[in-house]
């Protein structure tokens, strides 16, 4: 084929494209209205962590990976925390309860442990089987980035770092 025919086809695909875009515009998806109770108790709605980026994290005191990339969780909040980012980890429904407290208090996490007893978080952020899964929450409630495995600084450091200077009050 002449390189004209493989030009015209790719403004073909092109103005496809275009019309498919503005006709069904992409849907943003927001976070699921839910209640965090941490280990101390304390009851924290999706409602009352608007207007900051949140990063909502699934783990379990079995997963290798999941303890593998606390060191880089508790380096992204403290960095991000004095700007006003939180993190809520929430352990699986299936973690001990006691075994979540003691690794917590193990690796001295600066945030919020959440206990999913009932499996309610999970099934929340879209029934949350396969761990680490991780949920970056935008100041205005909807999901920026979703991370199924170790997250890496690197990709989510600049991301946190738009939602901050996005943040509505």
Known sequence: ???SVYFAILVALLIALWIIENRFPIEIIRAPEVLFKDTTGRTLAMSDLRGKPVLVTFWATSCSICIRE????IRLYEEFAPEGFRLMAVAMFYDPPNRVVETARHWRFPYPVILDLKAELAHAFGSVSQIP???????DGSI??????????RKLRPVIRELLSKESG
């Open 70 to 73: 606390i060191p880089d969780l």
């Open 1 to 3: 084929m002449k390189a």
């Open 133 to 139: 899964a991780s949920f970056l929450i935008g100041p």
């Open 144 to 153: 920026a980035m979703h991370t199924l495995g170790r997250i890496d600084p």
